[in-house]
């Protein structure tokens, strides 16, 4: 239960010098603005954050995953890359957290620039729908935490999913869909469908993927 691990009593709290120690030497990081910018809501085994990590080494970004061995494998599997490619992966942590709960407790208003929602639990019956990680009332949240301009990325294999995923951002007024051409020009955009454990399991047996990138923009008058 939530009981079992330490959550953060606000943004202020979140100890940046035991997630990245090689920005953040002391723990008293009031004098250093730096702050994560992306987060890998339900990371699994991290390879979005791995692949992110070298294509944005100046940025902070986290991974917040429920299950404890899971996250624990994340952590080793940092670890080791820190220890094997001296200097790189420094900008990469994850902590276990049930992000349907504590994301205020993490980020402030307006601290993200990214945000990724990879194959998430499709929680299919009506009565579960309320457990999906993207929901009318979660994506209020996000889009308190999410910068103006900042960008939310979506994907499944689960149709049905997609589909209400796309509805929920396409119906919320702080959200608005990005152009094919955007789409294109992005470089993450090709790593939602291939950089991730469970992308590549969807890729290796052929099945299809549906996705929906929003960015989060200014309310309307
Ligand atoms: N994004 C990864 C990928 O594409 O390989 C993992 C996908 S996996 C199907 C969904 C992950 O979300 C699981 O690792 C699960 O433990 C995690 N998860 C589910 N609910 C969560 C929550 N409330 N907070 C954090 N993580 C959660």
Redesign the pocket.
Known sequence: SDSHFPVPLSPRHVDYSLHYPQFFPSSDQMGNPKRIQFAD?????G?LLISLSTLYPETLMIG????DK?TEYVKERICALRGTNPGQYQNVSVVR????KFIPNYFEKGQLTKMFF????PHFKEKNHRRR?ISPHLLDEYAYVLEIGGVIYTITDVEELGEWMKSCLENHPLFETLTEEELEADPVVKLLSTA????QKVARNGGQTFRAVYRRIQPSV
């Open positions: 809501v339900g990371c699994g085994f390879g917040m995953e429920l299950r899971v957290t049930n992000s349907m990879l194959f998430p639990d990680v991730t454990e469970e992308g």
